[in-house]
């Protein structure tokens, strides 16, 4: 396991280990596990069959990772698919184990979520109107959280009983801080200057025709409830804003800001509570020809804030005990109070700075008291009508109307746009996930996609057009480029394939480089953290083998622009154990030891799903 974490550790993968590490546990597919009807299943894992609707929203989950990437679509949802199976292989192992969660451990976990919180805190009815947007019953989420739960504390159980000695964080560090000496040349690209046949155009526009493709695009109606919305219509009073203005006056209050200092007389074993006070009344009558800030640095027997002159910084009620905080808060500015008991000892407490709190005038916050009244009122008939939205919208999954009509929403209507650019309301990623849905490409009502906390919107589809290959007149042009490009790579392959022969044939770097006319560059102490390299050309030095016998250690790297580098790598250092990372070991213990244990898990789960009664069909991909 060690050797496998080594010989991954390069650049930011080290600071994955010991930053960042993040135990990706199972609860991001744990509501595919319901009811789907009579259709056949397309997988299954001993008695849990899984269906394409399965897959679909697995896929539509997953896929949420990879937003603005240019990932494949049936990739991810293989990949979607894998991860229902190891999650129900992991499920039904930790059954037999006799794990469990209890109902109330589910639902304190639940009421975590930030999705079903209002402003910090657990709201019911919003986590009943985002369950019935889902159509799963309250019960059957409890459920699926309890299995989240299980494969969690299984899963805990292993990589949190994982561990790194110290001979394995050594051994991290030497790879991970050890320096590489290379020389290197480029082979840049030149430009092509012959022109390509008809017959070479036409055979390039054949075999790529994947990248003259229009992409399929979509156009959907759609109606949208908005909280925003709803808020402007609530009418409003002054007597309504004044009182709502009254309930919420802390919202539009300053409060008081009132600095202390403070000199201690401890209680304690060498000196009683008698002793103390004398003491305290003793510096009371001082303070008539002392500065408060001097004797408390002189006497103060709290020694932290005595060198401040007793600065307690800003004083904050709920902090102290309540005698501390009664007299605290009524003494003026510049007073010093008389001898105050806590369970310290005795206080000498003077307020060295106060900025009384003030209230805004309502005339001067009633725009803002409008807005967060409306807002107020509207949310209970926003979620109403949510609820209503998504009823509806499922009743009559073939038109929008009834909903409109039902709710006053307008159908509108957007452009064409693909899956991974839009405009107006596709440029939202939710948005353009589920037009492209099974669901909506078959010509149903969508579920309500949520945008934030305070927009719902339920779409339909308007026009659908299928991917397809442009014309090659339409295109040549791009062909001509695309195929000087290619021409231009495959000559700078060629030398750099050549100038690699000639090193291994014995000639040195600079011989050839000299022949080619091309500069030879010097890198020396690279390490994996701290280079100036393209990331392409530094991961090959670090994963190249080391030289043997004296000799350096010839390889070529492409670059991402499409030059080519050959390098000699001459020298590998171990890495030793700097100050910073001494600084870190209790870090890199923890991480090491959760990357251990991780790859145990992995392994473990490989394991039970070889063994399980797994079942994939053909059809998966759709």
Not at 237 to 244: E, I, P, R
Not at 511 to 540: C, F, H, I, M, W
Request: net charge neutral.
């Amino acid at each position: 396991m060690l050797t496998t974490i080594r010989e991954k550790a390069q650049g930011a993968f080290a600071w994955i280990i010991l930053i960042v590490i993040c135990v990706p546990f199972a609860l991001w597919g744990i509501q595919n596990y319901v009811d789907t009807g009579k259709e056949a299943a397309v997988a299954s894992v001993g008695d849990k069959d899984f269906y394409q609707r399965d897959v679909n929203k697995a896929y539509e989950q997953y896929a949420q990772n990879f937003q603005g990437m240019t990932v494949d679509e049936q990739l991810l949802k293989k990949q979607a698919l894998d991860k229902l199976i190891k999650d129900e292989v992991l499920l039904q192992y930790a059954h037999t184990e006799g794990l469990v969660a209890t109902d109330s451990s589910s639902r304190d976990f639940i009421k975590t979520l930030p999705y079903f919180q209002t402003e910090g805190k657990f709201d019911e009815k919003r986590y009943k109107s985002l369950l019935a947007s889902q159509k799963i019953s309250s019960a059957e989420f409890v459920n699926k959280i309890k299995s989240a739960l299980i494969m969690e504390q299984f899963q805990r159980s292993i990589i949190d009983s994982s561990f790194a000695t110290p001979y394995a964080i050594e051994s991290f560090f030497k790879v991970q801080n050890q320096q590489r000496d290379v020389d290197y040349i480029t082979v840049g690209l030149e430009k092509v200057a012959a022109q390509p046949s008809e017959q070479e155009i036409a055979a390039y526009y054949q075999q790529h025709q994947d990248a003259y493709k229009l992409p399929e695009q979509v156009s959907v109606e759609y109606v949208e409830l908005s909280l925003e919305d709803i808020a402007k219509k609530v009418v409003v009073t002054d007597d309504k804003l004044k009182a709502h203005y009254e309930e919420q006056k802390e919202q539009y209050s300053t409060p008081e800001r009132r600095k202390i200092s403070h000199i201690l007389f401890a209680v304690n074993a060498k000196t009683d509570d008698k002793a103390a006070l004398g003491k305290a009344l003793k510096a009371e009558q001082d303070l008539k020809t002392k500065d408060f800030s001097a004797l408390a640095a002189e006497v103060s027997d709290d020694k932290l804030t005595a060198k401040k002159g007793g600065d307690l910084g800003l004083f904050i009620v709920g902090s102290m005990e309540k005698s501390f905080e009664e007299a605290a808060s009524a003494l003026k500015a510049g007073e010093v109070s008389k001898p105050v008991k806590s369970s310290f000892g005795y206080h000498l407490i003077k307020v060295t700075e106060l900025m009384p709190g003030e209230v805004k005038a309502f005339d001067s916050v009633k725009d803002e008291v409008t807005k967060a009244y409306q807002k107020a009122q509207a949310e209970n008939a926003f979620y109403e009508a949510g609820e209503k939205l998504t009823q509806m919208s499922y009743e009559n999954p073939d038109n929008l109307q009834s909903v409109s009509e039902a709710l006053s929403l307008a159908v509108k209507k957007s452009g064409l746009f693909a899956k991974d650019k839009g405009d107006g309301v596709a440029a939202e990623q939710k948005i353009r996930d589920v037009a492209f849905s099974d669901e909506v490409l078959q010509g149903n009502n969508s579920t309500p996609v949520e945008l934030g906390s305070d927009r719902l919107v339920v779409l339909r589809l308007l026009e659908h057009k299928p991917a397809a290959v442009r014309e090659l007149n339409s295109v040549k042009q791009d062909v001509i480029v695309a195929l000087a490009n290619d021409k231009a790579k495959q000559q700078v392959i060629e030398k750099a394939n050549k100038i690699k022969q000639q090193l291994q044939a014995g000639q040195t770097l600079q011989k050839v480089a000299a022949d080619y006319k091309l500069t030879v560059k010097e890198a020396n102490g690279l390490t994996r953290n701290k280079n100036a390299l393209p990331e392409q050309l530094s991961d090959a030095i670090f994963r190249a083998a080391k030289p043997v016998a004296g000799k350096p250690a010839s390889f070529g790297v492409a670059l991402a622009t499409g030059e080519q580098v050959v390098v000699n790598l001459k020298k590998v250092t171990p890495g030793i154990m700097n100050d910073e990372d001494k600084k870190q070991m209790a870090l890199a213990q923890k991480n090491l030891a959760k990357a251990f244990g991780q790859s145990e898990f992995n392994a473990m789960l490989a394991s039970l799903e070889t063994k399980a009664d797994v079942s994939v069909k053909n059809q998966v991909a759709k």
